[in-house]
């Protein structure tokens, strides 16, 4: 059963975006170069935004089977964006999310999807996301667990590669 967040987020996509199959990279195909373009983006988001926390998440920063994207989110409180938002504009370009408790950047560097997020952690599901994302971290049976879900979701449409996820975030979770 999804939450609504999780509802919500999947009926803001546009059907191209859930009907398109799900490409899945194996660490070693993507994972060494990926993690030396987090780092530099990484780098040029604590240069235009000193001072607040930078929490790498996703298959690359747990080392396994993966989309060969970064997920990167940046930690500050919504009355904030008003201040960082303008910075990150300037380094990143235009968002293509902006909500209330998140502005999301969506591009391509040097084949990788690099996805940066400003986000509140407190009115956000980025809890939630650390949350998992720590349990992974720790428990290596888990963690092979889901790697074994990205493996075999290769090829399924998105919305059906996403609910598969949510639904072993939910049982990790015990939601």
Do not use: C
Not at 61 to 73: E, M, N, V
Not at 87 to 110: C, S, Y
């Amino acid at each position: 059963m999804l939450t609504e967040g999780e509802t919500n987020y999947l009926a803001r996509l546009p059907n191209e975006v859930l009907e398109k199959p799900v490409e899945i990279f194996a660490w070693k195909d993507y994972g060494d170069y990926g993690l030396k373009i987090a780092e530099i983006v990484i780098s040029e988001i604590k240069i235009t935004v000193p001072g607040l926390e930078i929490v790498f998440m996703g298959s690359m920063a747990l080392g396994i089977t993966g989309q060969k994207d970064i997920d990167l989110s940046i930690l500050s409180q919504a009355e904030d964006f008003p201040i960082h938002r303008p910075k990150l504009e300037k380094q990143f370009g235009n968002p293509d999310k902006i909500a209330t408790t998140a502005v999301g950047w969506h591009f391509m560097r040097d084949g990788y999807e690099v996805g940066i997020y400003l986000t509140d952690p407190i009115k956000s599901q980025v809890q939630i996301q650390l949350d998992v994302f720590n349990i992974l971290k720790n428990d290596s049976n888990l963690l092979s667990e889901y790697e074994e879900l990205k493996i075999k979701s290769k090829g399924l449409p998105y919305k059906e590669y996403q609910i598969r996820k949510y639904d072993f975030f939910h049982k990790i979770l015990a939601i």
